[in-house]
């Protein structure tokens, strides 16, 4: 594991839904550039593992974790309190990957896979930023970075009900970006098209010719990384990128542009 750079040496971060995939390499991204960083999951015993295996590659690093379903009010604040004391005082950087929808043609969805898509992915993140903002107007600096979705950009094949939660967290972020821009914070959406998870592989073993045709309108011809999706959430974390706020930064091979 390469040493920290030390970009965010003295920051402090949650990443939510990061014990696996792609919020685990956020985690561990931020913890390279020097944060100090809180690993939130809905499943608590498997936030732990990925926490101790973080600490296992940083050795000396602050690292802790926590479980809980983020989609009610009550535990995003509950995990403000907990970051606040585990890393040590304010979080200036908060980036709201937990979600997870339920794909499927619209017209066979139900109003339970719906609502479950819209809680993991947009409410999740509507009361995290709730939970994380007052501390960072306080502080005069904060880093809110949303992990959307490039499928609302494209329309890809039966993801509407999908595109309507990520959308909707496109839409806060370039809300809270210009309501608070003269308070230090910047908000960004980084939204990736299809990345090379554990659960795409999972639906490439199961069905070959499906998985395809969601990679198949990527010009570079594969699908994305998960490191290629956390170097870009760290650049955005970075002090640095002040200057960068409210936008929707794709990370897709070129799927859409522009």
Same mark, same amino acid.
């Given at each position: 594991?390469?040493?920290?750079?030390g970009?965010?040496?003295?920051?402090?971060?949650?990443? %939510?839904?990061a014990a696996?995939?792609?919020?685990?390499?956020?985690?561990?991204?931020?913890?390279?550039e020097? @944060?100090?960083?809180?690993?939130?999951?809905?499943?608590?015993a498997?936030?732990?593992?990925?926490?101790? !295996? #973080?600490?296992?590659?940083?050795?000396?690093a602050r =690292? *802790?974790?926590?479980?809980?379903?983020?989609s009610?009010e009550?535990?995003?604040? !509950?995990?403000? &309190?907990?970051a606040?004391?585990?890393?040590g /005082?304010s979080?200036?950087?908060?980036?709201?990957?937990?979600?997870?929808?339920?794909i499927?043609?619209? #017209?066979?969805?139900?109003? &339970?896979?719906?609502?479950a898509?819209?809680d993991? +992915?947009?409410?999740?993140?509507?009361?995290?930023?709730?939970?994380f903002?007052?501390?960072?107007i306080? !502080?005069?600096?904060?880093?809110?970075? +949303?992990?959307?979705?490039?499928? =609302?950009r494209?329309?890809?094949?039966?993801?509407?009900?999908y595109?309507?939660?990520?959308g /909707?967290m496109?839409?806060?972020?370039?809300?809270?970006?210009?309501?608070?821009?003269?308070s230090?914070?910047?908000? +960004? %959406?980084?939204?990736?098209?299809t990345?090379?998870?554990a659960?795409l592989q999972?639906?490439?073993?199961?069905?070959?010719?499906?998985a395809?045709?969601?990679?198949?309108?990527?010009?570079?011809?594969? @699908?994305g990384a998960?490191?290629e999706?956390?170097?870009?959430?760290?650049?955005?974390?970075?002090? &640095? *990128?002040?200057?960068?706020t409210?936008? =929707?930064i794709?990370? +897709?091979?070129?799927?859409?542009m522009?």
């Amino acid at each position: 594991m390469a040493p920290p750079h030390g970009g965010l040496h003295g920051h402090a971060a949650v990443v %939510t839904g990061a014990a696996h995939g792609i919020g685990l390499a956020i985690a561990s991204r931020l913890l390279r550039e020097g @944060a100090a960083v809180m690993v939130t999951d809905l499943d608590a015993a498997a936030a732990a593992t990925a926490a101790d !295996a #973080l600490r296992a590659d940083y050795p000396g690093a602050r =690292v *802790s974790s926590r479980g809980g379903d983020l989609s009610f009010e009550a535990e995003a604040v !509950a995990l403000h &309190e907990a970051a606040r004391r585990e890393l040590g /005082g304010s979080i200036g950087i908060l980036v709201n990957n937990a979600g997870g929808g339920v794909i499927l043609p619209f #017209l066979e969805h139900t109003p &339970e896979t719906l609502k479950a898509t819209i809680d993991r +992915n947009l409410w999740t993140t509507l009361w995290c930023c709730r939970a994380f903002l007052p501390d960072m107007i306080a !502080a005069g600096w904060g880093r809110i970075i +949303n992990i959307g979705a490039d499928s =609302v950009r494209n329309g890809l094949l039966d993801h509407a009900g999908y595109n309507a939660a990520k959308g /909707g967290m496109h839409g806060l972020t370039t809300g809270l970006a210009r309501e608070f821009a003269r308070s230090g914070i910047t908000v +960004n %959406t980084v939204a990736p098209s299809t990345i090379h998870t554990a659960a795409l592989q999972r639906f490439i073993d199961a069905d070959p010719a499906k998985a395809q045709r969601f990679i198949d309108p990527i010009p570079v011809g594969r @699908a994305g990384a998960i490191d290629e999706v956390a170097s870009m959430v760290a650049h955005l974390a970075l002090p &640095e *990128s002040a200057f960068v706020t409210g936008q =929707v930064i794709s990370v +897709n091979g070129g799927s859409t542009m522009l």
